[in-house]
C-alpha cells in the first residue's frame, strides 16, 4: 500500500479537488496537499483565478505554487506545447528530489487537465512515482444537489459534452441517465431537443454546483434568457431499466 499520509520525495500527485467546496476534498488529497513540496495549479487564460488553487487555499502554508495559464482554444499544437512546458516544470522539480501535486477541479480524470499533462510526462518519471488522487466530479456533486440517483438496478449511464447535438439526441436511446457537460451557449437547442423527445420535464441543471455562484433549475423552461458558463451540468432521467 502506498502511504498518502504526506507527500514523498521525488513524487507526482495528481489530486482531484472536487467541485469547488474546500470541505470536499478527501483526507488523502488533504494530507498531500499539506505536505507537498510544490503545487501546479491551472488556470485558464479567460479567467482571471484558478479556481482549484482557491479551493485549496485553506491547506496551504509555505509551499511554492506555480499557476499554469493553458489557452481555451481548439489548437492541438498550441496545446501540446503549453503542457509539455507545464511537465518540463513538474520533472525539473522531481529530479530535484521535491513532491510536485497538480491540482485539478472535479476528478484527474474526468475532463481534466491532468490528462493533458500525464501525455507530456509519458515516462519521463518512473510510473510508481505517478499518483492519481480521486475527487467528487461536477456530477457527482450535481447529483447530491438534486438528491437524484443516477444509477439503480442495471440503468446505463452516459456522460458527454453538449457540443455534438446529433450525438446527445443519439444517447437519449442509449442509456437511462443521461449526464451533460459543457452546456454554454448551447443550452436552448438542447433544451428545443428535449421538449421534442418529451424528456424536458425529466431534466434538470445545476451551475457552479457547491461554488458561492450556485444555481439550481428544476424546471428548464425556466432558463430562457439565461446565460450560463462552462461549469453547468444537465441530468436528463431517460428512464428505467428493469431487471431481467
Given at each position: 500500500m502506498t502511504d498518502?499520509?504526506?507527500?514523498?520525495?521525488?513524487?507526482?500527485?495528481?489530486?482531484?479537488?472536487?467541485?469547488?467546496?474546500?470541505?470536499?476534498?478527501t483526507l488523502r488529497a488533504v494530507n498531500v496537499l499539506r505536505s507537498v513540496d510544490v503545487i501546479?495549479?491551472?488556470?485558464?487564460?479567460?479567467?482571471?483565478?484558478s479556481l482549484a488553487l482557491n479551493v485549496v487555499?485553506?491547506?496551504?502554508?509555505?509551499?511554492?505554487?506555480?499557476?499554469?495559464?493553458?489557452p481555451m482554444e481548439r489548437d492541438a499544437e498550441q496545446t501540446a506545447l503549453c503542457w509539455k512546458q507545464m511537465a518540463d516544470l513538474a520533472v525539473a522539480r522531481l529530479l530535484q528530489g521535491k513532491s510536485v501535486a497538480h491540482i485539478t477541479i472535479g476528478d484527474p480524470l474526468i475532463y481534466s487537465t491532468c490528462a493533458y499533462l500525464l501525455e507530456q510526462i509519458g515516462d519521463r518519471i518512473a510510473a510508481e512515482n505517478i499518483h492519481t488522487i480521486s475527487g467528487i466530479s461536477a456530477?457527482?456533486?450535481?447529483?447530491?444537489?438534486?438528491?437524484?440517483?443516477?444509477?439503480?438496478?442495471?440503468?446505463?449511464?452516459?456522460?458527454?459534452?453538449?457540443e455534438n447535438l446529433a450525438a446527445v439526441e443519439a444517447a437519449l436511446g442509449?442509456?437511462?441517465?443521461?449526464?451533460?457537460?459543457k452546456i454554454g451557449a448551447r443550452l436552448p437547442?438542447?433544451?428545443?431537443?428535449?421538449?421534442?423527445?418529451?424528456?424536458?420535464?425529466?431534466?434538470?441543471?445545476?451551475?457552479?454546483?457547491?461554488?458561492e455562484k450556485e444555481?439550481?433549475?428544476?424546471?428548464?423552461d425556466t432558463l430562457t434568457g439565461e446565460r450560463l458558463g462552462y461549469m453547468a451540468v444537465m441530468i436528463v432521467h431517460v428512464g428505467r431499466r428493469e431487471w431481467t
Open positions: 498518502y499520509s504526506k507527500a514523498l520525495p521525488e513524487s507526482l500527485y495528481l489530486i482531484g479537488v472536487g467541485p469547488g467546496a474546500a470541505d470536499l476534498l501546479i495549479a491551472p488556470r485558464s487564460s479567460t479567467a482571471s483565478e487555499r485553506p491547506y496551504l502554508a509555505a509551499q511554492e505554487v506555480v499557476e499554469h495559464i493553458y456530477m457527482q456533486a450535481t447529483a447530491a444537489r438534486l438528491n437524484a440517483p443516477l444509477l439503480m438496478q442495471n440503468d446505463r449511464l452516459m456522460l458527454m459534452p453538449a442509449a442509456c437511462e441517465t443521461l449526464v451533460i457537460y437547442k438542447l433544451i428545443e431537443l428535449l421538449h421534442r423527445h418529451g424528456l424536458a420535464q425529466s431534466a434538470q441543471l445545476v451551475s457552479h454546483a457547491e461554488q444555481r439550481i433549475f428544476l424546471d428548464l
